[in-house]
């Protein structure tokens, strides 16, 4: 009797064991993210593609994952260093969380398989579009020496602000727009910047950004800035991504 309740005891703590274990899971694959709009496709070499679907993306690339024991799953980059690190949750969906069922839940965002068909522009749902896209322009300006230059880009604001067609609108001034380049070009290298330390190479690149609805505000906009007279180049930026994120 003692030897049935001991092999019984043991079955049981076996199937406790094991209901209490994160299974194995194989993720490799296409995974689509409508929300987030963002593609993940999975190697059995560990290694995947990050690809935002039809936008340029600063996370854009291959990187390294793996899983371990625990099922904890971690995301690098080709270097080895650790970017995400989330753990097996079946309950909480949260930014530090995944796992997987029909569908592939991770960083709170759900991935559905794509089963190898092609995730294109045609793809991306209008709602996306609506709440991340950015039309916008940037106008710089042929003399910025002048005595009443920042008078003149001053009312060319607020008559570019009290327009319907536009949604936003930033001043960079040319102070802004080194220390944008010092933060994008020389990050981890700052000592090379020190070079100018009392001279700034983009004295003449204030600008003004603006930002509209849609493009044919935007063409409109533009047109408009292209007929002043102190102002320069007009950049054109029609369709960049306002929310961005790896996973």
Known sequence: MKKLSFIFLSFFLLLFTSSCQPKEVDITGSWYCAVNNVLLTFYEDQSF???????????????????????MLKLSNLTGETLETLNWNMDNNTHSTW???????????VYHNTNGEEITEDDISPEFLENNTNYCCTAFFKDTSGEDIEV???????????RAEVKDIKYISSDDAWEEFQNDYFAGNEDAAEGFADD??????KHLEIYTHN???LDIIVDYLQN?????????SSKTIKND???
Do not use: C
Request: proline share 2%.
């Open 49 to 71: 593609d990050r690809k935002l679907v039809g936008f340029n993306s600063f996370y854009d690339g291959t990187y390294k994952w793996t899983i371990d024991s625990d099922n």
């Open 215 to 217: 493009q044919d505000e």
């Open 245 to 247: 994120s790896f996973i």
């Open 228 to 236: 002043i007279d102190f102002v320069g180049n007009v950049n054109v």
């Open 99 to 109: 796992h997987m069922q029909a569908d592939l839940v991770i960083g709170g965002h």
């Open 152 to 162: 003149k880009i001053q009312n060319l604001y607020d008559t570019l602000a009290s």
């Open 200 to 205: 700034n190479p983009l004295i003449n690149s």
